[in-house]
């Protein structure tokens, strides 16, 4: 018993002098230092893409880019197959991973918390090409790819993947949408006589949701696989709002099949130069168009398609769409009255 009083006594002591200087007065705790990586965001939040200058956010587009700059693809691996603890420390360790899960907290506080009114649609973008659409009605996800994609499946009641690449789909949100017994639009998903797998072109109705599908190719090489693009109309309480999304498509027009007039085209970075406008202001003109798998950690630089900022604002100037914009992680934008907002 001595012995643990001896113990509690020097512990205690201790404790008394780490909370004072050497002239035994106590000194003040150190206040929290700011989060820098996540003010950044907030700071990026409070712009929009659709802002007629852009020196606000390119100035911000710089320092995260510096961010992931420093964060090598082979880190980013690391953090996606981490156990939770050394998630969380990478998190707090490389900038831009903080980016990475703020955006995903916004995004799902915002599901939680702002319903779209009549007439709206509300498209948050995620990463990469990952976007969640909700409407006054439903709510679905098209190429989601994040660590903790798997909690967006109670407010989804529907997850399209354009193809089985790992950036482009996430196997535990499809796993916890099976489970709820939701569908999973795939051309890809190796379940025997599943109704929402198709490798050819098909349509669906997913509650108000109309899906009209079509397959492209990825690339023309020895590597290809297919990718679906996704047509859908999202319903009479969006105005008829349609939202066209082609994943990885490599644009080689004669694989479109666009059967409506398009209000929202959700398109990639080609790695050709502007073979985006092989079908773009050609096949059809939408009234909106979001570049987007610009950033994408898991590639190592842009030699292997991990694009950069300022690369996806100065292509985005150049496609054949007069409102072509370039979001970024946890964005939302709102349509409404036919048009963006």
């Known amino acids: 018993m001595k012995f643990f009083f001896r113990l509690f006594l020097t512990v205690s002591l201790a404790a008394g002098v780490a909370a004072c200087n050497e002239k035994g007065e ?37 320092t995260i880019q510096s961010y992931a700059d420093a964060c090598s693809s ?45 007439g709206e649609v509300h498209i948050w973008m995620l990463y990469n090409m990952g976007y969640v659409v909700r409407t006054p009605s439903g ?80 690339n023309n090489g020895s590597t290809n696989v297919p990718v679906t693009v996704f047509q859908i109309d999202c319903g009479a309480d969006t105005g008829h709002f349609v939202l066209l999304h082609s994943g990885d498509s490599n644009f080689q027009p004669e694989q479109f099949d666009v059967t409506e007039e398009i209000d929202l085209y959700i398109l990639r970075y080609a790695p050709n130069e502007l073979t985006e406008n092989n079908v773009l202001g050609k096949l059809f003109t939408p009234k909106y168009a979001l570049l987007s798998h610009i950033l994408e950690l898991s590639h190592a ?30 964005e939302r934008l709102i349509w409404k009255n036919h048009k963006l907002e």
Not at 29 to 57: C, G, I, K, Y
Not at 148 to 161: I, K, M, T, V, W
Not at 308 to 318: D, F
Request: overall charge negative; glycine content about 4%; hydrophobic content about 35%.
């Open 26 to 62: 106590e000194r003040t705790p150190e206040p929290p230092q700011p989060n820098v990586a996540a003010e950044t965001m907030e700071a990026l939040w409070a712009t929009s893409p659709l802002d007629a200058d852009l020196t606000t956010r390119r100035e911000l587009f710089s």
């Open 74 to 118: 082979a880190t980013f691996s690391s953090f996606l197959d981490a156990d939770e603890r050394l998630a969380a420390s990478l998190v707090k360790s490389e900038k831009i991973l903080t980016c990475y899960d703020a955006a995903f907290d916004r995004v799902l506080n915002g599901l939680r918390e702002q319903a779209p009114a009549a």
């Open 139 to 218: 709510c679905f996800g098209v190429d989601i790819y994040h660590r903790r994609a798997a909690e967006l499946a109670p407010y989804l009641d529907f997850y399209a993947s354009t193809h089985v690449h790992q950036d482009h789909k996430s196997l535990p949100l499809i796993d916890a949408m099976l489970e709820s017994g939701k569908p999973v639009v795939t051309n890809y998903l190796e379940r025997p006589g599943y109704a929402y797998t198709s490798e050819t072109a098909k349509d669906y109705t997913i509650g108000n949701f109309a899906l009209h599908t079509f397959i492209t190719n990825h």
């Open 301 to 330: 630089d842009p030699s292997t398609s991990r694009w950069t900022l300022e690369q996806g604002l100065n292509r985005a100037s150049k496609l054949d769409c007069e409102h072509s914009y370039m979001p970024f992680w946890g």
